[in-house]
């Protein structure tokens, strides 16, 4: 089985995530392959300094996730490049264990699940929402400015929009515990329908 967690950035997908995997899904987290896997790859590396200039490396040659960010979200045409160029490499990534391990059940963090038309990868979408407050709050304690969190928010699907489209929707204003009770309750009712 493929569940699908999506939701706005600070919304907690990660958290849900986990919590599927703590219950025995294992778990693709999209950003963290993109970080680790795809903008460490030479062929990409090489690629994104053909776009943005050498001023996309560190001194150590590692891409500068900030620098790209900044330019990425300061133009839409340049954030649409990005996600082309990078997405294809993340889908190879997730067919190839896939492949390996066709029986598990997995529970991926998809970010742009709905703004990339993702929901036939999966069995079930679900997404994770919270109040526009508690994301800014959130994303200011991971030391983003409120100015930047709130360009970022507005880079995606509105999060309405998101909980329209998904199968099932995951509340994360509550306590932890609460968070965890909808998770438990979530993966009961997909053992059912496996």
């Given at each position: 089985m493929l569940?699908?967690?999506t939701g706005g950035i600070g919304c907690g997908k990660s958290t849900v995530a986990g919590h599927f995997e703590s219950l025995g899904y294992l778990r693709m987290d999209s950003d963290e392959i993109i970080r680790n896997q795809v903008l460490t790859n030479p062929e990409v590396i090489a690629g994104l300094v053909e776009r943005f200039g050498?001023?996309?490396l560190l001194e150590g040659g590692a891409v500068n996730r900030g620098y790209l960010a900044s330019r990425?979200?300061?133009c839409d045409g340049e954030?649409?490049?990005?996600?082309?160029?990078?997405?294809?490499?993340?889908?190879?990534?997730?067919?190839?264990a896939l492949a390996e391990r066709a029986r598990t059940h997995w529970v991926f963090e998809v970010p742009l699940l709905f703004e990339k038309h993702l929901e036939n990868w999966f069995d079930f979408t679900v997404c994770v929402a919270t109040t526009a407050e508690?994301?800014?709050?959130?994303?200011e304690k991971r030391g983003m400015t409120r100015a930047h969190a709130e360009l970022r928010i507005s880079k995606q699907l509105p999060l309405a929009r998101k909980v329209e489209l998904a199968d099932f929707?995951?509340?994360n204003d509550g306590t932890p515990d609460f968070l965890r009770l909808q998770v438990d309750?979530?993966?009961?009712?997909?053992?059912?329908?496996?």
């Open positions: 569940i699908g967690i050498h001023q996309v990425i979200f300061a954030r649409q490049w990005l996600e082309d160029y990078l997405l294809p490499r993340l889908f190879s990534i997730w067919r190839s508690n994301q800014l709050v959130r994303l929707v995951i509340g309750a979530l993966a009961g009712r997909f053992a059912c329908s496996a």
